[in-house]
Each structure stands twice: as C-alpha cells, then as structure tokens.
C-alpha cells in the first residue's frame, strides 16, 4: 500500500487547521473575558458545520471530475491541470496574505467578537466560526482535488493533520503550552512553499499530456506539439528538452521518488519550461513570501480553562 499520498493532505491540513485553531482559540477567549461563555457551543457548532461543509464540497467535486473525467480521454489530464493552476494561485495567495495579516490576526477577531456579539449574539459568533473554518478546510479541498488524491489514504492525512491541528490549540489555549507559532508558521510556510512550485510542475505536465494525447488523434493536430515539429521525439510535447531522466535512479513511482512527488512534484522526467516554471515561482511567490515574514504572528498566551 502506497501511503505517499498520505502526507500532503496532511502537511496542507495541519497547517490550515492551526491556522483555524487560533481563530477558535482567540474567539473563546473573549467570550471567556466578556463573560459569554454560554456562547461556546456556538463556536463548537460553527467548527462541526464548517468541517461538514468542506467535506461535502470535497466529494462533490470529487463526483464531478469523476463524472467529467469519463468523458474524454483528455478530461482528465485536463481537469488535472485546471485544478492544479488553481490550487496554485489560490494557495500562494492565502500564503502571502496570511503572513502579512498574522501580526494583527488577535486584534482582527477581537474587532470581530465584539461586533457579532453587538449586533448577532450567537448567531454572528456561530459564522465567525463557520467561515474561518470553512475558509481553511477549502483550500485543503482544493490541493487534495488538484492532486487528484481522493480515497482513504488522502483522507487519513486530512484527519490525522485535522487531529494534530486541534491538539496544538488545546495546548496553546486550554493549558496555556507556550510553543514558537512564529517558527512553526515559517517552517509550514517554506514547506507549502515547495509543495506549491511542486504543483506548478505538475500542472505543465497534465498539460503537456493533453497536447500529446490531442496531437495523437490525426495528422492535422500534429502540429500541437511544436517541439515535435522542430527539434526531435526526445523532446516534450510543450515543454521543450529534457533536463533530466532519473527513471533508473530515483523513480517517482517508488519510494522515495513517490514521497518527493507526492509533496514536492518531484517527477523523474524533468522538461527545460517546467524548470523554469518553478524557479520563476520560487523567486517570484518565494519573494513576497520572504518579505512578508516581517510580518509573523505574535500570539500572547491566552487560556480558556
């Protein structure tokens, strides 16, 4: 059984679920010092609802790119790749934007708290709650689907890293564990950081793979694969020349080949645009990312025993 696809899900969901985990633990502790504490199991409510939900959008897209994929043998290369370029712009801009929000992220939901208890009560407290979570658990949704990995092992990274996340928070806030967020968030940071470029390299070779496939059906589509045209077979579709082929070194289909593409796109096939891709990803998206660690979180210890 390969259990590479396991940790993925998992790195993606611990990160966004402590990410969620300080947004409830802040939320509680408010209500613990506006003497609310009835409200609590709104809270408790929005974070069930908000989980529930994500999980839902999960298997319905799933569903869908099932459905589509069957139509056409390029459906699902192409999905594959849409997905992905999604994934990749959504993720790198919750990424950056995160790491510049995180330093007023405590005051943020304070602001937050006061007005749903003005003008909401309960209910405010309850989509506070529901969209901080849901916010977080699409993104793991959107990964997960551009990966394409759906079934149990997928599955149980995401609970395991949901699992990991919820303990980090009772730490934090319900026994007052003082633990380096800041280092914590930087590491998860550069992790997701080269899971994401990783996942530009994927998307190029979804692609490449339909201009193959649609090159492949008749001689007035030949010309779609461009590199064919005018240089030779050893060439990619789209994608210009080999960089390298590790296929009898370090294969991705085989550990730890399969473990370095399941995180970081590693592919034992590498083709000249999909290395530039990712070097212009990492010096553009890695750039502002680096930047903005100015701006990490600065969490005081907050209890809500």
């Not at 849901?134 to 959107?142: A, D, H, K, N, S």
Request: glycine share 10%.
């Amino acid at each position: 059984m390969d259990f590479s696809s396991v940790l993925p899900a998992f790195v993606i969901t611990l990160r966004e679920g402590v990410e969620a985990a300080l947004v409830v633990g802040i939320v509680l502790a408010c209500l613990k010092k506006a003497k609310q504490t009835r409200l609590n199991r709104w809270v408790y409510l929005g974070v069930l609802a908000g989980i529930a939900v994500s999980a839902l959008i999960g298997f319905l897209f799933g569903w869908l790119i099932k459905v589509l994929g069957s139509a056409s043998p390029v459906a699902e290369p192409l999905l594959e790749g849409v997905f992905s370029l999604i994934a990749v712009g959504f993720l790198s801009w919750m990424l950056v934007w995160m790491t510049q929000q995180a330093r007023s992220m405590k005051s943020q939901v304070e602001g937050l708290v006061s007005s749903a208890l003005k003008q909401r009560g309960a209910l405010g407290i309850f989509w506070l709650i529901f969209i901080a979570v849901l916010r977080e658990g699409f993104e793991t949704v959107v990964f997960i689907l551009a990966k394409f990995e759906q079934g149990f092992l997928p599955a149980l990274g995401a609970l395991t890293g949901l699992g990991t996340a919820a303990v980090v928070g009772v730490l934090l806030f319900k026994w007052g564990v003082k633990l380096n967020l800041r280092l914590f968030f930087k590491a998860m940071g550069i992790l997701l950081l080269l899971v994401v470029a990783g996942l530009s390299v994927t998307a190029l070779g979804h692609f490449d793979t339909v201009m193959s496939t649609l090159a492949s059906q008749g001689r007035s589509s030949e010309s779609m694969c461009f590199y064919y045209e005018r240089f030779a077979k050893l060439h990619s579709c789209i994608l210009g020349p080999k960089v390298w082929d590790l296929g009898q070194v370090l294969p991705d289909d085989r550990f730890p080949g399969s473990i370095l593409n399941a995180l970081f796109g590693y592919t034992q096939r590498l083709y000249l645009v999909q290395a530039i891709a990712y070097i212009l990803f990492l010096l553009s998206v890695g750039g502002f990312y680096f930047q903005s660690l100015s701006y990490q979180i600065k969490l005081e210890p907050l209890q809500i025993r």
